[in-house]
């Protein structure tokens, strides 16, 4: 039989054979489902054969299969189960060949660092092929110049789907490489994977606390309300997740991006890649999940929902992928499923079990019109459904017809996700962190590792959780007060009608050198001999240690920054309106009335600046600390005794400099330059690098107007970026 492809498992039964079907020409596409097992209580019944392809049949593959493929009458494999490969054993194979084949092969599992794939590297800009070995340091460099074009695949130029390359690229790389792409993936606005399948069929999927920490939006629920920059990681958010019973005849992914849209009043963006944008079917990521966050802005009418939303898209077959499955509605408040209507009968008992174990399950009923009606008619009869298609708050399933527009289905879910939130009360809202009590034993965490577990332990013991900013100034960085009086002596120009000039410099140089003295009598604080002997550990440490540590560092000073700093802020906010309207009476007010909004308009902007000085004092970032231990080694630089403590200082500070944190030459606060001690850090630094010649790239601009996001974006490198 020419043009026939058979695929049969061993034992078919009488309906199997019913359902081989004929194929016009090869096949250019064959899937195979990476899992079989199926949900607890839910119908255990696959059905063989699921079309993934036009002219191309899939068989669901069960552990103990045996797949034959028999094209033109011919036998092209025909293996018994003795000699057939496990599935286990097949999966990692064919994942591997698709590393060869994207450069990626010599960095799995998981070898891939953050270091290696932020160098700068040189890549022709005309049509010249790419070296395989280049395709994943390209989409890295792209990713991080937030370039989201990377991800299209007419960008991307690999054989294949990107979404696979995505997957594989996170199976190769390391923590820190992953949190970096993850912020990039959630800077570009596209979704997040936040729980990553196993290679092989008994691994299980990992949930990504950990690369999801430096994720951070910012959004606007009401008039009055801040728009501060939040981690996303620890926020609790209204959480929803959209799965799918078998094949369906419309990409999950598309609906997402409609959805997003819609709600947002938008036209449609690709948050989710999908079958749509690239035509390419997938292999690798099925049962991946992934994230998008819907952010509300005040102000704008055409939004439809009002409250931070999160929404997670299982790709594949959940009936194939049952840990992942049974955990995303698990975390979520509310399950959106979706069926093929012609195979709903087959999927009865797995919807009833869902609707019983989980709340707020909205299932969405595809129909593909299958008679040819006349086309007016139908359309006529689209516009009446458009009109009259209305769901009940009590309706937990809808029909929609795949004939109508998209955008009525998005809107339909917008508001089946407006009905849920509103009855659901906010101390049942999640954040990711708080997923970890739903993995048990079926979902593993990828920050569950001893560099992890002996970064946070070191981080309690340097920093306690109950310190404010005032206290932890006092107890650690008690150096600084001389340091601005220092700074302020040296910057005192000399009189010429007051002494000679040389009495004046010496008495200046005195109370520098009293200064110092001070310096050196205080000392380092206990705390901060604690936090330096942490420092040092983590740095012996040949691991990940480092990049840990100072992750958590840099987390503690600013949860403590944004709960002490963001009253004030909004103090200052409303002051600063306040103000603003009394500038705008004053103008029509008559003269004698303007003396008095003159008076509360000058008590209006001493309040202000109180409450700005107030900000300023509470002021704190990691470049204080560093900025301590330059203190200390500019006032004993003199002694000899302090000469292996000093040394110890520079080296801290240049192997953090090297490691890619940022090293403050410039002390903002006091606009000096501690010359003594950066020399010392960049003697060291020579003596490191053998003297190497270095390339100094500078960037001026006004506050906030993304000069450390340019440069870490470019280079990779680990700039703060603060938010004005």
Not at 595 to 622: A, D, M, P, T, W
């Amino acid at each position: 039989m020419p043009g026939m492809l058979v695929m049969a498992d061993d034992g078919e039964s009488e309906r199997d054979l019913h359902n081989k079907t004929k194929v016009n020409g090869m096949v250019n596409e064959w899937t195979t489902n990476r899992r079989n097992l199926p949900l607890d209580g839910l119908n255990q019944t696959t059905p063989l054969f699921q079309l993934s392809h036009p002219g191309c049949i899939c068989n669901g593959k069960s552990r103990s299969s045996i797949i034959a493929l028999q094209m033109a009458g011919n036998i092209q494999s025909s293996t018994s189960e003795s000699e057939q490969e496990s599935p286990d054993e097949e999966t990692e194979g064919d994942f591997l060949e698709y590393l060869e084949e994207v450069g990626l092969k010599n960095y799995f599992p998981r070898k891939l660092t953050l270091k290696a794939a932020t160098e700068v590297r040189l890549f022709p800009s005309d049509d010249t092929p790419i070296k395989k070995k280049d395709l994943p340091f390209l989409f890295i460099s792209k990713l991080t110049s937030l370039d989201s074009r990377i991800t299209w695949k007419e960008n991307l130029n690999i054989e294949g789907s990107a979404r696979d390359f995505i997957y594989a690229i996170l199976h190769c790389s390391d923590d820190h490489l992953r949190q970096h792409l993850l912020e990039k993936f959630a800077s570009c606005q596209l979704a997040v994977p936040v729980l990553l399948p196993g290679v092989r069929d008994d691994a299980k999927p990992e949930l990504l606390i950990w690369a999801m920490r430096r994720v951070v939006k910012k959004w606007k629920e009401n008039e009055i309300s801040l728009v501060p920059e939040k981690r996303m990681v620890s926020e609790p958010v209204f959480t929803t997740a959209f799965i799918r019973f078998g094949d369906i005849p419309i990409s999950k992914s598309s609906v997402l991006n409609n959805v997003i849209g819609r709600a947002q009043g938008y036209e449609t963006f690709r948050y989710f890649l999908s079958y749509e944008d690239e035509r390419e079917y997938v292999y690798h990521c099925c049962g991946s999940v992934e994230a998008q966050w819907y952010l509300p802005t005040y102000g704008r009418s055409e939004e439809l929902l009002k409250e931070v939303t999160l929404l997670l898209n299982l790709r594949g077959d959940s009936k194939e992928f049952t840990t992942e499955s049974e955990f995303v509605c698990k975390v979520a408040q509310a399950v959106f499923l979706f069926v093929d209507k012609d195979k709903s009968k087959c999927y009865k008992t797995a919807i009833d079990d869902i609707k019983k174990r989980f709340k707020n399950v909205f299932v969405i009923y595809l129909v593909v019109q299958k008679q040819k009606k006349d086309r007016q008619k139908r359309k006529q009869q689209l516009n009446w459904e458009r009109k009259t298609l209305k769901i009940d708050e009590n309706d937990d399933s809808v029909d929609f017809a795949l004939e109508r527009n998209a955008t009525d289905l998005a809107k339909i879910i917008c508001e089946k996700i407006m009905q849920y939130c509103n009855s659901t009360k906010r101390d049942d809202y999640n954040s990711i962190e708080d997923w970890r009590i739903f993995c048990f034993n079926e979902v593993t965490v990828d920050q569950e590792n001893d560099s992890y577990n002996k970064a946070k332990q070191l981080m309690q013991s340097s920093f306690p959780n109950t310190e404010s900013i005032e206290e932890v100034k006092k107890s650690y960085l008690q150096l600084q007060v001389e340091w601005g009086k220092w700074v302020a002596v040296d910057k005192k120009p000399l009189c010429v009608w007051e002494q000679t000039v040389c009495d004046q410099f010496e008495a200046k140089e005195k109370t520098k050198r009293d200064m110092r003295n001070m310096q050196r009598e205080k000392g380092l604080s206990a705390k901060m001999e604690v936090f330096i002997e942490n420092l040092q550990t983590v740095m012996l440490d040949e691991t990940d240690l480092l990049h840990y540590f100072m992750s958590f560092f840099q987390t503690r000073i600013e949860m403590m920054t944004v709960s002490e700093i963001a009253p004030l802020v909004e103090r200052i906010d409303v002051l600063n309106n306040s103000l603003q309207k009394l500038k705008s009476t004053m103008k029509q007010a008559s003269p004698s009335e303007r003396s008095k909004l003159q008076n509360e308009i000058k008590e209006l902007q001493k309040q202000l600046l109180k409450e700005s000085e107030q900000v300023n004092s509470k002021n704190i970032s990691s470049e204080h600390f560093i900025r301590e231990l330059g203190q200390w080694y500019e006032a004993s630089i003199e002694e000899t005794n302090a000469h292996n403590r000093n040394e110890l200082l520079v080296n801290l500070a240049s192997k953090l400099l090297l490691a890619g944190y940022p090293l403050e030459l410039l002390d903002g606060e006091n606009a000096y330059i501690p010359i003594t001690w950066i020399s010392g850090v960049l003697e060291k630094l020579e003596k490191t690098l053998n003297n190497p010649r270095i390339f100094v790239l500078s960037i001026i601009g006004i506050q906030s107007s993304g000069k450390s996001t340019f440069l870490n974006s470019m280079f990779g490198v680990r700039f703060p970026c603060y938010i004005s």
